[in-house]
């Protein structure tokens, strides 16, 4: 049995091993695929990995031996995930592997904006702080979190354990998803409608999944009904939020800063108006990659083809 890896080098860069797969088949593993390329490197394979290189119809048209396709992501819209499943190709994908990382870049990203860490040990290391008449200096107001309201948009796994994170630094939470769980509610934490939640969270962070009605949920009229001063945070999907909108929320000072990890074309384009926007940090989707997170990845993506082979199908997105 052939099995292709079509982009393993985002998940594997050298410092894991595809050894769990090589025991299953014969593996061939390119570090990236370019569009031209695609079929031919397929060829007679069975079971093919991929992370953001695309499978079409088409594609799927010209390499009729395909049986099964491990998405090595959460996302799956890279695969034509209809025209799989009219040719009895099985489509999976990695739901759950990176949800402590996920939660814990979103504090990174947060406390950085609250302290302006990185600004501060440049400005010792400039001399700033040798060089100054007091005890202590800062050039950025310093923010404390404990006592103030994070609105999470998407509380499932990711949005319940941020909320975690947040609870400890002190914070209150307004959770608001289309799926409840009272057993959450707590004297620190009640879920909210999506209007409560603008209007009253010092911070709001993003995690729900890019569909139909939450596509552009952050623009010019959601932003409007936020708190002066509000701190944005997505580490979920750049088209949660209309770009143009937040830069200009961002530079008249209505929002008083953003991190986001994820844009909405990816990589980033020059023009993006985040990249030049006030008090904006932009990191290059990165959140779900800690070594450990990959590492579970991989693990997942690896039981999940053999479950297929024992046929006892796990993770199926295209049933």
């Given at each position: 049995?052939?099995?292709?890896?079509?982009?393993?080098?985002?998940?594997?860069?050298?410092?894991?091993?595809?050894?769990?797969?090589?025991?299953?088949?014969?593996?061939?593993?390119?570090?990236?695929?370019?569009?031209?390329?695609?079929?031919?490197?397929?060829?007679?394979?069975?079971?093919?990995?991929?992370?953001?290189?695309?499978?079409?119809?088409?594609?799927?048209?010209?390499?009729?031996?395909?049986?099964?396709?491990?998405?090595?992501?959460?996302?799956?819209?890279?695969?034509?995930?209809?025209?799989?499943?009219?040719?009895?190709?099985?489509?999976?994908?990695?739901?759950?592997?990176?949800?402590?990382?996920?939660?814990?870049?979103?504090?990174?990203?947060?406390?950085?904006?609250?302290?302006?860490?990185?600004?501060?040990?440049?400005?010792?290391?400039?001399?700033?702080?040798?060089?100054?008449?007091?005890?202590?200096?800062?050039?950025?107001?310093?923010?404390?979190?404990?006592?103030?309201?994070?609105?999470?948009?998407?509380?499932?796994?990711?949005?319940?354990?941020?909320?975690?994170?947040?609870?400890?630094?002190?914070?209150?939470?307004?959770?608001?998803?289309?799926?409840?769980?009272?057993?959450?509610v707590s004297d620190s934490l009640?879920?909210?409608?999506?209007?409560?939640?603008?209007?009253?969270?010092?911070?709001?962070?993003?995690?729900?999944?890019?569909?139909?009605?939450?596509?552009?949920?952050?623009?010019?009229?959601?932003?409007?009904?936020?708190?002066?001063?509000?701190?944005?945070?997505?580490?979920?999907?750049?088209?949660?939020?209309?770009e143009k909108d937040l830069a200009?929320?961002?530079?008249?000072?209505?929002?008083?800063?953003?991190?986001?990890?994820?844009?909405?074309?990816?990589?980033?384009?020059?023009?993006?108006?985040?990249?030049?926007?006030?008090?904006?940090?932009?990191?290059?989707?990165?959140?779900?990659?800690?070594?450990?997170?990959?590492?579970?990845?991989?693990?997942?993506?690896?039981?999940?083809?053999?479950?297929?082979?024992?046929?006892?199908?796990?993770?199926?997105?295209?049933?």
């Open positions: 049995m052939k099995i292709v890896v079509l982009d393993g080098y985002t998940l594997n860069p050298g410092d894991l091993t595809w050894g769990r797969l090589e025991k299953i088949g014969e593996l061939t593993v390119y570090d990236r695929t370019p569009a031209n390329q695609i079929i031919e490197r397929i060829g007679d394979a069975e079971i093919i990995f991929t992370n953001k290189t695309p499978l079409t119809r088409d594609t799927f048209d010209q390499v009729p031996k395909v049986k099964f396709v491990g998405v090595l992501a959460t996302g799956y819209n890279v695969v034509d995930g209809e025209a799989a499943k009219e040719k009895g190709i099985v489509v999976t994908n990695i739901p759950t592997y990176g949800t402590s990382a996920v939660a814990q870049f979103t504090f990174a990203l947060l406390l950085e904006m609250c302290h302006h860490v990185w600004d501060h040990s440049q400005e010792v290391k400039k001399g700033a702080w040798t060089n100054c008449q007091d005890f202590c200096f800062w050039n950025y107001p310093l923010i404390e979190l404990a006592g103030k309201t994070m609105g999470i948009i998407g509380f499932g796994r990711i949005g319940q354990a941020t909320a975690k994170i947040a609870q400890a630094l002190g914070m209150k939470v307004l959770a608001y998803d289309n799926y409840q769980d009272s057993k959450l009640k879920y909210a409608g999506l209007d409560e939640l603008l209007a009253n969270s010092d911070v709001i962070s993003l995690h729900c999944p890019l569909i139909d009605n939450t596509v552009g949920i952050i623009n010019q009229n959601t932003i409007a009904k936020m708190k002066d001063g509000v701190k944005i945070i997505n580490t979920s999907r750049g088209p949660l939020i209309v200009e929320a961002l530079n008249s000072g209505k929002v008083s800063g953003a991190a986001v990890d994820v844009v909405s074309t990816e990589p980033a384009k020059m023009d993006n108006p985040l990249l030049s926007a006030k008090n904006c940090i932009v990191t290059p989707h990165i959140a779900w990659a800690p070594k450990e997170s990959r590492e579970r990845l991989m693990n997942i993506a690896v039981v999940n083809l053999e479950q297929f082979l024992k046929g006892d199908l796990v993770n199926v997105v295209n049933k």
